[in-house]
T-cell receptor, first 117, second 115 residues
Framework: AQTVTQSQPEMSVQEAETVTLSCTYD???????LFWYKQPPSRQMILVIR??????QNATENRFSVNFQKAAKSFSLKISDSQLGDTAMYFC??????????????FGKGTLLTVNP | EAQVTQNPRYLITVTGKKLTVTCSQN?????MSWYRQDPGLGLRQIYY???????DKGDVPEGYKVSRKEKRNFPLILESPSPNQTSLYFC??????????????FGPGTRLTVL
């Protein structure tokens, strides 16, 4: 079974600064995906960024980037130039590359990020 | 607009009163799934469906039922709700993966309180 651990229940950052959210995972799979989801106060689940395990290059989406360390099973999210709208709960998640089986997402417990003006 | 809808969005009920939370998607997705979100636990999968008439248990299926009679709908049924089923529920759907990953789309969530 896969597990996802987010060791920071809460974090805060000043507007325009950079913050890094940590995530580690455990799996025996070799082919999988990792995700960061954002959940603002509206509760909507929003995909922020996705990383494919077989790709060594770290994924980037505008101000969001990841540091994927496959050997260490680490997947951190860096948010640059933080904005007030980045205030949200952030979930790290794992999915096997199932090829026809359950596409279950295994989530961490979440990190509540507050961006202060 | 491509979307996953859930109804109701909020529900307060009493122990033992059967209820159904509906989920519908308009993207012709084969795969649909239910998750529950609890503080300090993240989201956990309840049931999933790979296609019409094909359903299976996730990690926390106890106390829940599902059905998939139509491709677009995947209702979650609580036949005898209990207070420990008070939670935030999400439905999600995606196309089956081919050569590339197909994103899972989440519904807006249903806040259920069982008294």
């Amino acid at each position: 079974a896969q597990t996802v651990t987010q060791s920071q229940p809460e974090m805060s950052v000043q507007e325009a600064e950079t913050v890094t959210l940590s995530c580690t995972y455990d799996t025996s799979e070799n082919n999988y995906y990792l995700f960061w989801y954002k959940q603002p106060p509206s509760r909507q689940m929003i995909l922020v960024i996705r990383q494919e395990a077989y790709k060594q290059q770290n994924a980037t989406e505008n101000r969001f980037s990841v540091n994927f360390q496959k050997a260490a099973k680490s997947f951190s999210l860096k948010i640059s130039d933080s904005q007030l709208g980045d205030t949200a709960m952030y979930f790290c998640a794992f999915s096997k590359n199932s090829g026809g089986s359950n596409y279950k997402l295994t989530f961490g417990k979440g990190t509540l990020l507050t961006v202060n003006p | 607009e491509a979307q996953v809808t859930q109804n109701p969005r909020y529900l307060i009920t009493v122990t033992g009163k059967k209820l159904t939370v509906t989920c519908s998607q308009n993207m012709n997705h084969e795969y649909m799934s239910w998750y529950r979100q609890d503080p300090g636990l993240g989201l956990r999968q309840i049931y999933y469906s790979m296609n019409v008439e094909v359903t299976d248990k996730g990690d926390v299926p106890e106390g829940y039922k599902v059905s998939r009679k139509e491709k677009r709908n995947f209702p979650l049924i609580l036949e005898s709700p209990s207070p420990n089923q008070t939670s935030l529920y999400f439905c999600a759907s995606s196309a089956l993966a081919g050569k590339t990953y197909n994103e899972q789309f989440f519904g807006p969530g249903t806040r259920l309180t069982v008294l």
